[in-house]
């Protein structure tokens, strides 16, 4: 089953999407996901919050009855965490919940409203399906020369194992 993180790494990178996909040498981002932890459990201090589990597959924080709520460190992905946060609000109403979403980038102390409209759950279809498509290639996706490069847990097997710079 997609989940969000699928659909950002469709917006960061599809080798990415491929690669952790396949479960490929993930150590360094675990790091950022209990990075992450801290960070909601920070954000949510006093907020009515709920931790949805969908399909046994992946959690979803509902805040203040009507919000589903994403915290981000800083807008540099702010596309891919839209997209995330539109696909959890998508994925909440095909099971009959009405929500709304909030982003909230700690850095620059922005919340953003995100809303699900009819244009979004097809954008959203289409890239279900180019998801599926890149997860069941046998191929791997080019390599992208990308400043956020660096900070990927990939980065060694793409620029270090596989050589050159290209
Ligand atoms: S290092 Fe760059 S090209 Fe390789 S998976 Fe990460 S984002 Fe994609």
Known sequence: MISGLHVQY??????????YSKNLGFEAEDEKVIDGSLLHDRAYKNADRKELLIDQSFKIDVIDGDYVREVKL???????DKYQLLFYLYQ??????????LVSYTKEK??????????????????????NEILQSEK??????????RQCAYYDFCYISEGGDT
Not at 92 to 101: T, V, Y
Not at 117 to 123: I, L, S, V
Not at 140 to 149: A, F, M, T, V
Request: positive net charge; aromatic residues 6%.
């Open 74 to 80: 800083s807008s540099k992905m702010t596309e891919a």
């Open 92 to 101: 909440l109403k095909k099971r009959g919940l009405n929500k709304k979403g």
């Open 110 to 131: 922005r919340t953003e409203e995100v809303i699900l409209t009819d244009a979004d759950e097809r954008k959203l279809d289409e890239i279900e399906k180019a998801i």
């Open 10 to 19: 469709y917006f960061i990178c599809h080798r990415k999407l491929w690669l």
């Open 140 to 149: 791997i996706p080019k390599r992208l020369k990308k400043p956020y490069c």
